[in-house]
């Protein structure tokens, strides 16, 4: 059972930058395709971020691309989420997610049916 433990989020102005992490406990972290989602009142999830296990590969959706970077340190088990240029649609509960990639062929990472583990999410909220 892998455990997932995301920071605390907060409220940020418009324009402002905030970095989330996550850490991961209970399985090989640096086998796991790792996942950033969110869900803003009355929306369904949607991806935000994904990172392959060996780090090589990242992944946006288009409405953060440029602004959100997605990163890995695998020597301490946290997946990081860089969130620049915030604006107020960016407000939402965001929630870390992890899959065993690793050996693995064919293993997606950009739907949230993707992914096996889940953290309990974090609020960001963007606004002045």
């Known amino acids: 059972q892998v455990l997932l433990v995301e920071s605390e989020g907060g409220l940020v102005q418009p324009g402002g930058s905030l970095r989330l992490s996550c850490a991961a406990s209970g399985g090989t972290f640096r086998s796991y395709a790792m996942g950033w989602f969110r869900q803003a009142p009355g929306k369904e999830r949607e991806f935000v971020a994904a990172?392959?296990?060996?780090?090589?590969?990242?992944y946006y959706a288009d409405s953060v691309k440029g602004r959100f970077t997605i990163s890995r340190d695998n020597a301490k088990n946290t997946v990081y989420l860089q969130m620049n240029s915030l604006k107020p649609e960016d407000t939402a509960v965001y929630y870390c997610a992890a899959v065993p990639q690793r050996g693995r062929a064919g293993v997606g990472v950009k739907s949230q049916d993707d992914y096996d583990y889940w953290g309990q999410g974090t609020q960001v909220t963007v606004s002045s």
């Open positions: 990172i392959t296990w060996s780090g090589i590969g990242t």
